[in-house]
């Protein structure tokens, strides 16, 4: 079943009822459910997730990280805190046993829609048509099931933010040039790193079903899908300037699905996980403006009140389709397992399964 068949059925319409629970009810409720199933039950959530809700968390990290760890588990219901792709990659990986639920169906990723099955599989034509064999498809595991199914049967694999070098290194290890999905940015960033020319780099526009390139096309290394993370993007070098001239002690720090400029204007980049332990490490009294999701700015600040932390955008907001997983969605599918009912599970069709662990496996296997 499709995403849009999904969001149709009445399986994933929260019951009025949830919405007139306080807090303290709901919290309450929860802790009673988790008590009650104990080890049969897992609850990963994203570091973007709210304050409500990662109280809750079994585990708590990135969205590969959390799939692993969920797979690793003897419990039979996973109910994933954290946007539908992640869902996909915790079932891909999972048991046969386990059943993979995400609380609101509504908790998408724009970024990982930014690219289907049927702009894929046209591009891929195109750019064989111009460059023949001599492409390998990479796609950052924020990505649907589909599009790393893609990739795993024409030979590529997924990446991560923390091992995109060794993985786009990898992929021109093989052929002569490389296909990145969705992410512009990450793939951008990632290259350049490696010594790779932005004169070296193309991007295929899916819309316009067109490749954006100014030059010869035989100098293309790296071929980037016109896509990107709506919240990264609101990053800008004004946002950098801004803070360099209002706290010049502060020490910019960014995710690398910001777009390259702001990646080279700031001191520092990397993943999630390198954010927060270069936070984690960094000594008391030192400033840090953070560029990624206010919900993990405001959680590193809380947890280090001895250092001076800020968004780098101040008007920057929470990830809105991460938030849709709040405490009444919570709450509601933990009580439908209660009564032995699996509401927004989670299922990637067999084949397609089978083709995306094959790019996960890769990577993992290259890690």
Known sequence: MSMAQLLQTNQSMLPERYKQLTDKEMETRITAIKTTLGDDLFIPCHHYQKDEVI?????????????????KQSASVIVFCGVHF??????IL???????????????????????DQQ??????????????????????????????????NGGATVTSSNAKNMVKWALEQKQRLLFLPDQHLGRNTAYELGIKLKEMAVWDPIHRKLEYDGDYQQIKVILWKGHCSVHENFTVQNIAQVRKE???????????????????????????YIIE?????????????GT??????????NHPNKKIISLNPYMCPCLTMNRIDLPHLLWVLEEVELGKMCNRIKVEKNMAMDAKIALDRMLQLS
């Open 55 to 71: 109280q809750f968390a079994d585990a708590s990290g990135d969205s590969l990280q959390l799939a692993q760890v969920s797979a």
């Open 86 to 91: 992640m869902a996909e990659t915790a079932d």
């Open 94 to 116: 999972s048991k046969d046993n386990q059943h993979v639920i995400l609380p609101d169906l509504r908790a998408g990723c724009s970024m990982a829609d930014m690219a289907n």
């Open 120 to 153: 894929t599989n046209e591009a891929w034509q195109v750019l064989q048509a111009i460059f023949g064999d001599t492409i390998l498809p990479l796609t950052y595991v924020n990505s649907t099931a589909s599009i790393k199914a893609f990739v795993g049967r």
């Open 247 to 273: 706290h010049p002690n502060m020490k910019i720090i960014v995710h690398p699905e910001c777009s390259h400029e702001v990646v080279q204007k700031s001191d520092d980049a990397g993943s999630t996980k």
């Open 278 to 290: 270069t936070i984690e490490r960094a000594g008391s009294g030192t400033e840090w403006a953070i």
């Open 293 to 302: 999701e206010m919900n993990l700015v405001n959680r590193i600040r809380k």
